[in-house]
């Protein structure tokens, strides 16, 4: 089954602590990003990815880092967490055909809690 | 300056009603279009492209006007299963591959 996959689920930590969401898909898909969404701010793009060690700063990258090791996965790592960043996070790939990007398929989301 | 705007609701209609949306955007170089559904606390999911063209998929129907930015969004004969907030998306263009996400618009559709 084509499918994006996000670990944890839900997290609940402590100021400071460093943690990691991963993030897999097995579609072959060349793009892959990170958003977070917060209540009356829709979803905002945190840093993408176009293929293996090509990475970008999307909207919200401050406090956030990734890698792209392989193609099928993107973690999202979080230094030292702060309160601010408790919201719910989405990984999502696409295929990029043409210069563009096109449909984009999301993992479940993990809902962050920072203490 | 919010690069896509949708009004976000809630649209509250009866089941059978049909409802439009409009989502507006400022990148006059933008190539793709997309509407997104996405049910509370899940993931969105890709309703529909929006091609130059317009498209139709069953009940539901898009459409894209370039000269004046907008796509658009029409729902018929609405059923209590549509009940979910509608995310337009839109790809940038002119060389940035930073989706844009409009806030959504929540749709109630009532017995």
């Known amino acids: 089954e084509a499918q994006v996959t996000q670990n944890p689920r839900y997290l609940i930590t402590v100021t400071g602590k460093k943690l990691t969401v991963t993030c897999s898909q097995n579609?072959?898909?060349?793009?892959m990003s990170w958003y977070r969404q917060d209540p009356g701010l829709g979803l905002r793009q945190i840093y993408y990815?176009?293929?293996?060690?090509?990475?970008d700063k999307g909207d919200v990258p401050e406090g956030y880092k990734v890698s792209r090791k392989e193609k099928r996965n993107f973690p999202l790592i979080l230094e030292s967490p702060s309160p601010n960043q408790t919201s719910l996070y989405f990984c999502?790939?696409?295929?990029?055909?043409?210069?563009?990007?096109?449909?984009?398929?999301f993992g479940p989301g993990t809902r962050l809690l920072v203490l | 300056r919010k690069e896509v705007e949708q009004d976000p609701g809630p649209f509250n209609v009866p089941e059978g009603a049909t409802v439009a949306f409009n989502c507006t955007y400022s990148n006059s170089a933008s190539q793709s279009f997309f509407w997104y559904r996405q049910d509370c606390r899940k993931e969105p999911k890709l309703l529909m492209s929006?091609?130059?063209s317009g498209n139709e998929d069953g009940r539901f129907t898009a459409q894209l006007n370039r000269a004046s930015q907008y796509i658009s969004l029409l729902i018929r004969d609405s059923k209590l299963s549509d009940s979910a907030t509608y995310l337009c998306v839109v790809n940038g263009g002119g060389g940035s591959y930073i989706p844009t996400f409009g806030r959504g618009t929540s749709l109630i559709v009532h017995p």
């Open positions: 999502a790939s696409s295929p990029w055909l043409a210069g563009d990007q096109e449909t984009q398929y």
């Open positions: 579609m072959n898909h060349e793009y």
């Open positions: 990815s176009m293929n293996v060690e090509v990475t």
């Open positions: 929006v091609y130059s």
